[in-house]
C-alpha cells in the first residue's frame, strides 16, 4: 500500500516535468539546439541544471553551471554567473545596457525549505552585482544615471525594489530607441 502510495506520487511529480525547445551554449561557445526538460511546478531546478537532449528518444546530458555558459528553455535564458564563490544559473529578466538577474536558492525557513530570490544586475562592462532592496534607489540610480527620466522616476519612487522588472524594462527599452 504505501509502495504504491509513493510510486503514484513519484510519477505524479516526473509527469509535470516536458521538454520544451532551447539550447545550450557550451563553454566554447558551440550552440546545442534541441529540447531542454522544464517542470513548471518547481522552477528551482532550472537554477540548478539544465537537462539537454537533441530530440525525442535521444539520451538526456544533464549540465550544471560549471560545464556551460547558458541555457534557454521555452524562451527564458538562464546564464552561469558567480554568486557568492559558487557558480551558479540566474535567470535572465531583463537584456540591455544594464541586465537584471535573478537568482534562487533553497533556505531553511522554520523547519521547511523555501526557495528565496535575489536580483542582480550587470552592465555592459561586465560587472555584476547584487541589488539590495536597502540600497536599491542608489544601486539603480548609479547604473542608470545616463537617463533623466529614469532616475526621476526611481527618485518619485515610480519604480521600487517591487516592481524591479518594469524598471529596467523600461531603461532597456529607451537605450534601444
Known amino acids: 500500500m504505501v509502495v504504491t502510495l509513493f510510486f503514484g506520487l513519484s510519477s505524479n511529480s516526473i509527469a509535470q516535468a516536458k521538454y520544451y525547445p532551447g539550447y545550450v551554449i557550451l563553454l566554447n561557445g558551440d550552440t546545442l539546439?534541441?529540447?531542454i526538460k522544464k517542470n513548471p511546478k518547481r522552477e528551482y531546478d532550472n537554477f540548478v541544471k539544465a537537462q539537454y537532449r537533441k530530440k525525442e528518444n535521444v539520451d538526456m546530458k544533464t549540465y550544471n553551471a560549471t560545464k556551460i555558459k547558458?541555457?534557454?528553455v521555452d524562451g527564458v535564458s538562464y546564464v552561469s554567473r558567480n554568486v557568492d564563490g559558487e557558480q551558479v544559473f540566474v535567470k535572465r529578466l531583463s537584456k540591455g545596457n544594464v541586465n537584471l538577474y535573478e537568482s534562487q536558492t533553497e533556505v531553511l525557513q522554520m523547519n521547511e525549505i523555501r526557495v528565496k530570490s535575489d536580483y542582480y544586475m550587470e552592465k555592459t562592462n561586465g560587472e555584476f552585482v547584487k541589488?539590495?532592496?536597502?540600497?536599491?534607489?542608489?544601486?539603480?540610480?548609479?547604473?542608470?544615471?545616463?537617463?533623466?527620466?529614469?532616475?526621476?522616476?526611481?527618485?518619485?519612487?515610480?519604480y521600487e525594489y517591487e516592481n524591479i522588472v518594469e524598471l529596467f524594462e523600461a531603461y532597456n527599452k529607451d537605450i534601444k530607441n
Not at 132 to 158: C, H, L, R
Request: charged share 45%; hydrophobic share 30%; glycine share 6%.
Open 131 to 158: 541589488i539590495k532592496s536597502g540600497k536599491f534607489k542608489k544601486q539603480v540610480t548609479d547604473a542608470m544615471a545616463d537617463n533623466e527620466e529614469i532616475v526621476k522616476a526611481v527618485e518619485e519612487k515610480k
Open 33 to 35: 539546439k534541441g529540447e
Open 70 to 72: 547558458e541555457y534557454c
